[in-house]
Nanobody, 124 residues
Framework: EVKLVESWVGLVQPGGWLRLSCVAS????????MSWARQAPGKGLEWVSA????????YYAESMKGRFTISRDNAKNTVYLRINSLQSEGTAVYYC?????????????????WGRGTQVTVSS
């Protein structure tokens, strides 16, 4: 059984910043790619970013490039997502996902564990 727990710190107002963290337990964390996804109010789930097993390769949704940075610390079993220049569109529930198979992300890949999500509301 794998448990993923999300949290965040930051200045969550327009123009501010946010750092999401996801701590994993119960698995060989550093064998697998990890992803972030989000769901804004009234919208579907949107994949945001992924990082390879060793942090050496990162992937971003096209609209996320530039302001988003994903990273991981395998010694801490933690994956991060930093968002700069927050926009109101950043209001969403953010989820951490563990890849089902392999250390690299690929479109259409499956996930076998999700966190419960953490609510982020960007507001002035």
């Amino acid at each position: 059984e794998v448990k993923l727990v999300e949290s965040w710190v930051g200045l969550v107002q327009p123009g501010g910043w946010l750092r999401l963290s996801c701590v994993a337990s119960g698995s060989t964390f550093d064998d697998y790619a990890m992803s972030w996804a989000r769901q804004a109010p009234g919208k579907g789930l949107e994949w945001v970013s992924a990082v390879s097993w060793n942090g050496g390769t990162t992937y971003y949704a096209e609209s996320m490039k530039g302001r988003f940075t994903i990273s991981r610390d395998n010694a801490k079993n933690t994956v991060y997502l930093r968002i700069n220049s927050l926009q109101s569109e950043g209001t969403a529930v953010y989820y951490c996902l563990k890849a089902h198979d392999g250390g690299y992300y690929y479109p259409g890949g499956e996930y076998d564990y999700w966190g419960r999500g953490t609510q982020v509301t960007v507001s002035s």
